[in-house]
Each structure stands twice: as C-alpha cells, then as structure tokens.
C-alpha cells in the first residue's frame, strides 16, 4: 500500500476574515451547527491533548459536553489525563469535520468545572454509564475482563436499593481558550486558516498562510 499516493483536493466551502464572527466561540457554535446539519459523523469528538508526565504531548478522542465561556468534557479524575492535567493545567483540543473539509484546534487553560455542573451532567447519564464511572479505575492495569465485571457486579448491588451518587474522582473540566484556529479546506493545499487570539483582554483575529 503506497499510502504517499492517498490524496485528497478540497473544494467544498471557503473562509475569510469578513466571514467570521468576531466572537470565536459564537463561530465555533455556527460552525458546529452546520456539521450537525451535514450529519457529521460524532460531530462532538474531539483530540484532547495533554503534557505527559514525562514531558512528552499525549493525545486521545473525547466527547465535547458543552460550549459556553469554554468547552467542557468530563472523565475520572485520577485517569492518566486527569493526572496530567492536575502537573501541567494547559491543554489543546482539535476537531475534524471531513465532510465540511474543516477543522478546528484550540489552545488554553484547563480548570475543573463545579461540582453542581459535575452532578447535573452525570445524573443525565444513562444508569449503565453512571456504573462504569464507579467501575473503572482508568488508564490503571487490570488483571483481566472477568475482574472488571465482577466490580460491575459489585457496584450494581451497592446501589441496588438506594440512589446512585456521583464518584468524587469523576466530573468536569472547561478548556478556557487563548487562541482558537478555524481551517477550511481548499485547492492544491493553499487552506483558509484564521486564527483567534486573546491578548489584553480582548479577541484579535488573524489569517495564517497555510
């Protein structure tokens, strides 16, 4: 498979400065609204990337939650990111809309959101994933499949008979961006890039080469 010759031209949409919002998180929500209009496939999953504990970039796919002042997602607390997260509090999220032919990366501080907010989306989880919250000990070793059903087990008769309550390692967190970068895909790799930056208390905006 000669995976050099894999190519693709984009030529679907284009992007300028006088097309965006000067707000880029109301852009971000036009933006995410058209890619649910066009049936984006987990239109809400995003690369969430970390300082590992090493000092090396560490990545992976979450579910974005929500958009407000920041973008929120939400996972186990001692989980390998969260530990991350706890050392070094700056992180970047990028997300990838192929059928739109765009993308977006934002970078910013990461700070845990309330613990009311932290209740209020796991009480709106369906019962099964409310029980994998307090099953998995995440990103540590376990000893086989059997040993995680058997705490599934465990925890399903804890709360068989009385109301089920959030785990105190599991909530929130809301990236609070400092630069957002809007990418459209266009011909023979000269891209639109417009970048969002957030200097003196107020947003500037600038196109990138590509």
Same mark, same amino acid.
């Not at 209740?119 to 499949?145: C, E, H, K, M, N």
């Given at each position: 498979?000669d995976i050099s010759a894999i190519r693709k031209d984009y030529s679907i949409k284009s992007l300028d400065i006088s097309d965006v919002n000067s707000n880029p998180m109301a852009q971000f929500e =036009?933006?995410?609204?058209?890619?649910?209009?066009?049936?984006?496939?987990?239109?809400?999953?995003?690369?969430? &990337?970390?300082?590992?504990?090493?000092?090396?970039?560490?990545?992976?796919?979450?579910?974005?939650? %929500?958009?407000?002042?920041?973008?929120?997602?939400?996972?186990?607390?001692?989980?390998?990111?969260?530990?991350?997260?706890?050392?070094?509090?700056?992180?970047?999220?990028?997300?990838?809309?192929? /059928?739109?032919?765009?993308?977006?990366? =934002?970078? %910013?501080? =990461? /700070?845990? =959101?309330?613990?009311?907010?932290?209740?209020?989306?796991?009480? &709106?989880?369906?019962?099964?994933?409310?029980?994998?919250?307090?099953?998995?000990?995440?990103?540590?070793? *376990?000893?086989?499949?059997?040993?995680?059903?058997? &705490?599934?087990?465990? *925890?399903?008769?804890?709360?068989?008979?009385?109301?089920?309550?959030?785990?105190?390692?599991?909530? %929130?967190?809301?990236?609070?961006? &400092?630069?957002?970068?809007?990418?459209?895909?266009?011909?023979?790799?000269?891209?639109?890039? *417009?970048?969002?930056?957030?200097?003196?208390?107020?947003?500037?905006?600038?196109?990138?080469?590509?």
């Amino acid at each position: 498979m000669d995976i050099s010759a894999i190519r693709k031209d984009y030529s679907i949409k284009s992007l300028d400065i006088s097309d965006v919002n000067s707000n880029p998180m109301a852009q971000f929500e =036009v933006w995410f609204e058209e890619a649910l209009k066009a049936e984006v496939l987990e239109v809400n999953a995003m690369t969430v &990337s970390t300082l590992g504990l090493d000092g090396t970039p560490n990545a992976r796919i979450l579910l974005l939650k %929500g958009v407000d002042t920041g973008f929120v997602f939400f996972t186990n607390y001692q989980s390998q990111k969260g530990k991350e997260l706890e050392m070094h509090n700056s992180a970047s999220l990028t997300f990838f809309w192929p /059928e739109l032919e765009r993308q977006v990366r =934002v970078r %910013g501080k =990461v /700070e845990k =959101v309330t613990a009311e907010e932290s209740d209020t989306y796991f009480f &709106s989880r369906p019962l099964g994933s409310q029980i994998g919250a307090w099953v998995s000990p995440q990103s540590q070793p *376990i000893s086989s499949r059997e040993d995680l059903n058997a &705490s599934q087990l465990d *925890i399903e008769k804890q709360f068989e008979n009385k109301a089920m309550d959030r785990p105190p390692h599991w909530g %929130g967190y809301r990236l609070m961006p &400092s630069t957002i970068e809007f990418w459209q895909g266009r011909p023979s790799r000269l891209h639109d890039r *417009i970048k969002y930056e957030f200097q003196d208390g107020k947003w500037s905006i600038t196109r990138l080469a590509p």
